[in-house]
């Protein structure tokens, strides 16, 4: 799914375009460890986690999207990081579980 699908479909707002970018599964989590241990390169995340971290730990799994939830500002530092890092950043007024809902036609993300 393209990046403007995931902003469309979570009624969100591109804040970080990387040209091209886009996510064949969606993984949902606030807790970084648990990303770094299940989330499938390829992958949106879904989260409200919105500080530097979350761009570090997308880099070493391969999830070139991330949708920050409930309105949460990106920081200046984070959207820095992301255009840097080639992450892209949706943020939506939805919840996690509205957002991942409305992004359920991706499948599960799973490190196998």
């Keep these: 799914m393209l990046l403007n699908e995931i902003a469309e479909k979570t009624s969100g707002t591109v804040v970080v375009n990387i040209p091209g970018v886009e996510a064949s599964c969606a993984y949902s989590s606030d ?16 989260t409200i ?4 971290n979350t761009i570090a730990v997308c880099t070493l799994v391969g999830a070139g999207i991330i949708v920050i939830c409930h ?8 959207a820095a ?5 080639g992450v892209a950043i949706v943020a939506t007024p939805l919840s996690q579980f509205e957002a991942s809902v409305r992004l359920s036609s991706l499948p599960a993300s799973a490190k196998q």
Aim: proline fraction near 6%; charged fraction near 25%.
């Design 31 to 46: 807790l970084l460890s648990d990303v770094m241990g299940h989330c499938a390169d390829g992958a949106v995340l879904i």
């Design 49 to 52: 986690q919105n500080h530097l």
């Design 71 to 78: 309105g949460r500002p990106v920081p200046d530092d984070m």
């Design 81 to 85: 990081a992301a255009k840097r890092e």
